[in-house]
């Protein structure tokens, strides 16, 4: 069986691209499957971030679709026309090159094009960020609104009309795509080798996430004021590096709050989680949220904003964590504390925690998609 992804790079540390990498591996290592990835926005001379079998071609289309940004207003509007014009073309040959049997698009991102080839393959879409959050984003301009709107609706729905199967990481997800030809849900795994175990005795919390708006660190850096003055021997170190990271840096800085550190990125993010006590999750949304199943399979336990959808995917609130109604500055505040002064309990929702991320086997995880790919 020949399975094609289309993403955009595979060049970046961000969670999608580190499971489409696993993922792929495993169809070709395991199963056995003819797996590609077709990867529009990055150059044969850039790098994977994560590792990818020689048994997975991998075809770079080299198109840099972010780089329209450095030009004005309408020369913009020109290049990305003729830039999707580029992409469409090039997609459809690199496809009809291979001609699979299953065709993936990941995440809603030119969703469309992966709809419109012309092919005889099954068409799967993986719904990475929830539909909901991007139909929400709101602007200014009441035209403007309508028009995002309108093209939204469209969009999605053509999605809708083409796709042999939408694959959502949550549930909660799962209830927006109502006029799909069929939904189903598969949650992420995380292929990380536990080498050892959290044990609850470190004054240390943890978070991971790229440094952008979405991730909320700006709120993290909020509680943390008010946490720090009440256990002043605890520490707070951040894992991620992105467009935020000066911001964050002037908000520690200027409010002068202590024991936080933005760590960038780490290639031992394992040994990180396993030398914590606490993980916390700040986000706005999140597609399914990584770092916070691989907080669990370490046995460490979370704090978690119950943003749509992820957290309450993975979190059993009160026995492996605590999920704290979203945006309540107050009563995360209250929850963390309760955590860091409790090391008796810390350990009761680790024990629950590592029990929890059995769900989450990688296995398992697999073979719901091996079932989906093979039914007739």
């Not at 990818?52 to 071609?57: E, L």
């Not at 993936?104 to 991102?109: A, D, L, M, N, R």
């Not at 030119?110 to 993986?126: L, Q």
Request: charged share 25%; glycine share 4%.
């Amino acid at each position: 069986m020949k399975i094609v992804y289309v993403i955009a790079s595979l060049a970046t540390s961000g969670g999608t691209e580190r499971i489409i990498s696993e993922k792929a591996n495993y169809l070709a290592n395991v199963f056995g499957y003819d797996v590609s990835i077709i990867c529009y926005d990055q150059r044969n001379d850039s790098n994977n971030f994560y590792p990818v079998s020689k048994k997975v071609k991998q075809y770079n289309l080299g198109l840099l679709s972010y780089s329209i940004y450095k030009y004005s207003f309408y020369k913009r509007l020109w290049k990305k026309i003729s830039l999707r014009i580029r992409l469409k073309r090039l997609l459809s040959l690199t496809v009809q090159e291979i001609n699979p049997d299953i065709l993936i698009g990941v995440s809603h991102f030119r969703a469309d094009f992966v709809c419109s080839v012309n092919s005889n393959a099954k068409i799967i879409i993986e719904s990475h960020i929830p539909r909901a959050f991007i139909e929400s984003n709101k602007v200014s301009n009441y035209i403007v609104y309508l028009y995002k709107k309108l093209y939204d609706m469209n969009y999605y729905r053509y999605i809708e009309k083409r796709a042999d199967t939408i694959v959502t990481l949550t549930e909660g997800d799962h209830k927006k795509w109502i006029k799909a030809k069929r939904i189903q849900t598969i949650p992420n795994f995380s292929n990380m080798q536990i080498h050892q175990l959290c044990d609850c005795s470190k004054k240390r919390v943890i978070t991971i996430g790229r440094l952008c708006k979405e991730k909320g660190f700006d709120r993290l850096l909020d509680i943390w004021k008010t946490v720090i003055s009440k256990h002043p021997d605890w520490q707070l170190d951040i894992y991620g590096e992105g467009e935020m990271k000066e911001e964050l840096e002037h908000i520690i800085k200027s409010d002068n709050i202590a024991n936080v550190a933005l760590r960038g990125i780490t290639n031992t993010i394992g040994k990180e989680l396993s030398n914590s006590s606490i993980c916390v999750s700040t986000s706005y949304y999140e597609g399914f949220s990584l770092v916070l199943l691989e907080a669990i399979k370490y046995g460490v336990p979370s704090v978690s904003f119950d943003c749509p959808y992820g957290p309450r995917t993975i979190i059993e609130d009160g026995k492996c964590g605590y999920l704290v109604e979203d945006g309540n500055i107050h009563l995360f505040v209250k929850k963390l504390c309760t955590l860091m002064e409790n090391e008796q309990l810390r350990i009761q929702f680790s024990r629950a925690s590592i029990k929890r991320s059995k769900y989450f086997d990688k296995d398992n995880i697999m073979s719901q998609w091996k079932n989906l790919f093979e039914e007739k």
